[in-house]
């Protein structure tokens, strides 16, 4: 659209009777940055972006799009892997950048009042003198916002022991499709009536604008220590995971990176990892001194009898945060080796991790691109990391294949195309792999209860029968859906 095109857009004139000209962004160049999300490769200009600076203003602007049937797609920081935020040619942006406020905090009932736009990191550094954090800490939490960790039911690094987005938000004020706001949820961990917390957490703005969230803190644990252990091996440290697990130890973090990983990572930040092993595992143990020195002992011992060639204590909390840190900048550091990267979110049972990553080797010989892989091995949610170069198309369309292998090798051995970073558009297809006509008509039906005319993030996360049809995915006719075969791979 042209600026003199966007400037007498009649949507655009009607948006400017509810909102003031600095919240409206309709010229091309200055709507480039939010053509896309984190998943740069899926893209598409907006007919205008919208910055409401409060929440009445988010109403109005809903009220417009459902009287003039105009799709609104909301974002955040746009840190989003799957293509959640990306827009509708015909649609609105809808920003919640500027509602960026702590509200209230409560230090006795352990909880924050936050506006959605807030960052995720914000909310621990709002909180830290009061000896209190919000525990969800996805690889982004520098930027990220608590409204996408909802939309995207984010998780991190310590989700294994203390939980995912959901686990950690007692109630959300969101706007529906008619302008209404509506609070769900309450200040107890309970709340009477169904369950409709659970129900908006991961649900992609396809059933509203969250504008408010109530947070629960958690204390800092006293004590926290690191364990680092190399393998020559990738599926030990498989094996290993599985072994802590069973074991009764439930660590606060568990994460796993393969010899390419680690190479990058130690390139990138100079972490201290062993760049000769094929995989590390971090494993961080929190709680009283006393606690944690027990645990120390008996993982040391589950580590070493799985096979580590090397295990290390962090020494002190500086060096702790540093083996943390390579794992956290993991994703940046494949950004200095590649051109390019796609990033895929699967998650399978713990006892088949070894298997996988094995699996996942012989399927980067088939399409002939690298990967490494990265991800929170305790809950058995793989991101591996796949390399190409945007400059030659056909790399691109390899690397698509290769991450919807992964995923149909992730449902195949029992586990889901995604842990924490959403469908949005780059599974859309692979849901027509995991789920049956019957569960995806039940999907549709809830977003249609919310969103009668399918208006709010359109075309994201649930297919349509048809869609899975032509996809060949799914014999929609028999109401069957065939399971992928495991020799494939």
Same mark, same amino acid.
């Given at each position: 659209?042209?600026?003199?095109?966007?400037?007498?857009?009649?949507?655009?004139?009607?948006?400017?009777?509810?909102?003031?000209? %600095?919240?409206?962004?309709?010229?091309?160049?200055?709507?480039? $940055?939010?053509?896309?999300?984190?998943?740069?490769?899926?893209?598409?200009?907006?007919?205008?972006?919208?910055?409401?600076?409060?929440?009445? &203003?988010?109403?109005?602007?809903?009220?417009?799009?459902?009287?003039?049937?105009?799709?609104?797609? $909301?974002?955040?920081?746009?840190?989003?892997? %799957?293509?959640?935020?990306?827009?509708?040619?015909?649609?609105?942006?809808?920003?919640?950048?500027?509602?960026?406020?702590?509200?209230?905090?409560?230090?006795?009932?352990?909880?924050?009042?936050? &506006?959605?736009?807030?960052?995720?990191?914000?909310?621990?550094?709002?909180?830290?003198?009061?000896?209190?954090?919000?525990?969800?800490?996805?690889?982004?939490?520098?930027?990220?916002?608590?409204?996408?960790?909802?939309?995207?039911?984010?998780?991190?690094?310590?989700?294994?022991?203390?939980?995912?987005?959901?686990?950690?938000?007692?109630?959300?004020?969101?706007?529906?499709?008619?302008?209404?706001?509506?609070?769900?949820?309450?200040?107890?961990?309970?709340? *009477?009536?169904?369950?409709?917390?659970?129900?908006?957490?991961?649900? !992609?703005?396809?059933?509203?604008?969250?504008? !408010?969230?109530?947070?629960?803190?958690?204390?800092?644990?006293?004590?926290?220590?690191?364990?680092?252990?190399?393998?020559?091996?990738?599926?030990?440290?498989?094996?290993?995971?599985?072994?802590?697990?069973?074991?009764?130890?439930?660590?606060?973090?568990?994460?796993?990176?393969?010899?390419?990983?680690?190479?990058?990572?130690?390139?990138?930040?100079?972490?201290?990892?062993?760049?000769?092993?094929?995989?590390?595992?971090?494993?961080?143990?929190?709680?009283?001194?006393?606690?944690?020195?027990?645990?120390?002992?008996?993982?040391?011992?589950?580590?070493?009898?799985?096979? %580590?060639?090397?295990?290390?204590?962090?020494?002190? !909390?500086?060096?702790?945060?540093?083996?943390?840190?390579?794992?956290?900048?993991?994703? $940046?550091?494949?950004?200095?080796?590649?051109?390019?990267?796609?990033?895929?979110?699967?998650?399978?049972?713990?006892?088949?991790?070894?298997?996988?990553?094995?699996?996942?080797?012989?399927?980067?010989?088939?399409?002939?691109?690298?990967?490494?892989?990265?991800?929170?091995?305790?809950?058995?949610?793989?991101?591996?990391?796949?390399?190409?170069?945007?400059?030659? $198309?056909?790399?691109?369309?390899?690397?698509?294949?290769?991450?919807?292998?992964?995923?149909?090798?992730?449902?195949?051995?029992?586990?889901?195309?995604?842990?924490?970073?959403?469908?949005?558009?780059?599974?859309?297809?692979?849901?027509?792999? &995991?789920?049956?006509?019957?569960?995806?008509? &039940?999907?549709?039906?809830?977003?249609?209860?919310?969103? *009668?005319?399918?208006?709010?993030?359109?075309?994201?996360?649930?297919?349509?029968?048809?869609?899975?049809?032509?996809?060949?995915?799914?014999?929609?006719?028999?109401?069957?859906?065939?399971?992928?075969?495991?020799?494939?791979?």
């Amino acid at each position: 659209m042209s600026r003199a095109k966007a400037y007498n857009d009649p949507l655009v004139s009607h948006l400017r009777t509810v909102l003031p000209e %600095s919240c409206i962004v309709a010229d091309p160049v200055s709507m480039k $940055p939010y053509e896309c999300d984190g998943l740069s490769a899926y893209r598409q200009m907006p007919r205008v972006v919208v910055l409401p600076e409060s929440v009445e &203003q988010v109403q109005a602007v809903m009220k417009i799009c459902q009287q003039t049937g105009t799709p609104i797609v $909301p974002r955040g920081a746009g840190t989003s892997l %799957s293509g959640g935020a990306m827009p509708h040619k015909d649609g609105v942006v809808l920003s919640l950048a500027r509602l960026n406020s702590i509200l209230h905090i409560d230090a006795d009932n352990r909880t924050a009042r936050v &506006q959605a736009g807030v960052r995720n990191l914000q909310i621990s550094e709002a909180v830290q003198h009061l000896g209190l954090y919000y525990a969800p800490d996805p690889s982004s939490q520098i930027a990220c916002t608590i409204g996408g960790n909802v939309a995207e039911n984010a998780g991190g690094v310590h989700c294994l022991k203390y939980g995912l987005t959901v686990h950690n938000i007692l109630q959300i004020k969101m706007v529906d499709l008619n302008g209404e706001l509506i609070s769900i949820g309450g200040t107890a961990f309970d709340a *009477p009536g169904y369950d409709l917390l659970a129900l908006l957490m991961g649900s !992609e703005g396809m059933l509203g604008i969250v504008v !408010e969230v109530l947070v629960r803190l958690l204390p800092r644990p006293a004590v926290a220590r690191v364990l680092m252990a190399a393998f020559d091996d990738i599926e030990k440290a498989g094996i290993a995971v599985a072994s802590v697990i069973a074991a009764g130890v439930i660590p606060g973090g568990f994460e796993m990176m393969d010899k390419a990983a680690i190479q990058a990572a130690e390139d990138f930040v100079k972490t201290g990892y062993p760049t000769d092993a094929e995989a590390i595992l971090l494993c961080e143990l929190d709680g009283t001194e006393e606690d944690v020195k027990t645990q120390v002992e008996k993982v040391e011992k589950l580590l070493a009898d799985a096979g %580590s060639t090397d295990i290390r204590l962090a020494g002190d !909390e500086q060096e702790r945060l540093r083996f943390w840190s390579g794992r956290k900048n993991a994703f $940046p550091a494949m950004g200095r080796i590649s051109p390019d990267y796609y990033c895929m979110d699967g998650t399978i049972p713990r006892r088949e991790l070894g298997n996988v990553l094995t699996k996942i080797s012989r399927l980067a010989v088939k399409h002939d691109l690298k990967v490494a892989n990265v991800f929170h091995a305790g809950d058995g949610n793989l991101h591996p990391l796949i390399m190409y170069d945007a400059n030659r $198309p056909d790399e691109f369309r390899r690397a698509e294949a290769f991450g919807a292998d992964i995923l149909d090798l992730c449902v195949a051995v029992g586990g889901t195309i995604t842990g924490e970073h959403g469908v949005g558009v780059e599974k859309i297809e692979r849901m027509c792999v &995991q789920f049956d006509h019957d569960s995806l008509s &039940q999907f549709r039906a809830v977003r249609k209860a919310f969103d *009668p005319d399918g208006l709010l993030n359109p075309d994201k996360a649930v297919p349509t029968l048809a869609r899975c049809a032509e996809f060949n995915a799914m014999h929609v006719h028999h109401g069957e859906l065939p399971h992928p075969e495991l020799e494939r791979f």
